[in-house]
T-cell receptor
Framework: EDQVTQSPEALRLQEGESSSLNCSYT??????LFWYRQDPGKGPEFLFT???AGEEKEKERLKATLTKKESFLHITAPKPEDSATYLC?????????????FGKGTSLLVTP | DAGITQSPRHKVTETGTPVTLRCHQT?????MYWYRQDPGHGLRLIHY???????DKGEVSDGYSVSRSKTEDFLLTLESATSSQTSVYFC????????????FGPGTRLTVL
């Protein structure tokens, strides 16, 4: 059974304090690994898709990396507006309709 | 935002009543999905559609049915709502359903008393 585990569950950072969020996964046949950002009361907002080990993608202060067992979302010099819940999801070849299996998320709070 | 709307955005209903949630897209995407989000769980797939009148079950489909009579609309029906169906429901769309991105709607918060 496919599993996605995100850690830590919650993270508090000072503005400018860089850190990483972890997403470990077990899946039979990975098609893609997705990162989303979710603000309170809103739907998930797409950030990145990674397809193969060694791949990296960047967007502003965020950088996502992928290995065969886990993905990291690195946040460099975060700002308060980066506060949100970050969701990781995997898509397997066996998933019905190419559905996503989500982790429970990491809640990030960045204080001034 | 991708052109996805959900209605209603909030609903309170009583146990045993039927409820229909609507997802409407303006992107002409083939695939549409219904997920639910609950504390302590990740988003979980309820049903999905891969074309007009083509639907299939997801991980947590019991107690739910869906219909898709037009490309742009995907309806989720709770035939007889229960308190365990209190949740936030999200619709998502994808243009080819492969490794293409799924875009999510704003969600519907449903409370079943």
């Amino acid at each position: 059974e496919d599993q996605v585990t995100q850690s830590p569950e919650a993270l508090r950072l000072q503005e400018g304090e860089s850190s990483s969020l972890n997403c470990s996964y077990t899946v039979s046949g990975l098609r893609g690994l997705f990162w989303y950002r979710q603000d309170p009361g809103k739907g998930p907002e797409f950030l990145f898709t990674l397809y193969s080990a060694g791949e990296e993608k960047e967007k502003e202060r965020l950088k996502a990396t992928l290995t065969k067992k886990e993905s990291f979302l690195h946040i460099t010099a975060p700002k308060p507006e980066d506060s949100a819940t970050y969701l990781c999801a995997v898509q397997a070849y066996s998933n019905s309709g190419y559905a996503l299996n989500f982790g429970k998320g990491t809640s990030l709070l960045v204080t001034p | 935002d991708a052109g996805i709307t959900q209605s209603p955005r909030h609903k309170v209903t009583e146990t045993g009543t039927p409820v229909t949630l609507r997802c409407h897209q303006t992107e002409n995407h083939r695939y549409m999905y219904w997920y639910r989000q609950d504390p302590g769980h990740g988003l979980r797939l309820i049903h999905y559609s891969y074309g007009v009148k083509d639907t299939d079950k997801g991980e947590v489909s019991d107690g739910y049915s869906v219909s898709r009579s037009k490309t742009e609309d995907f309806l989720l029906t709770l035939e007889s709502a229960t308190s365990s169906q209190t949740s936030v429901y999200f619709c998502a769309i994808s243009d080819r359903g492969e490794t293409d991105t799924q875009y999510f709607g704003p969600g519907t918060r449903l409370t079943v008393l």
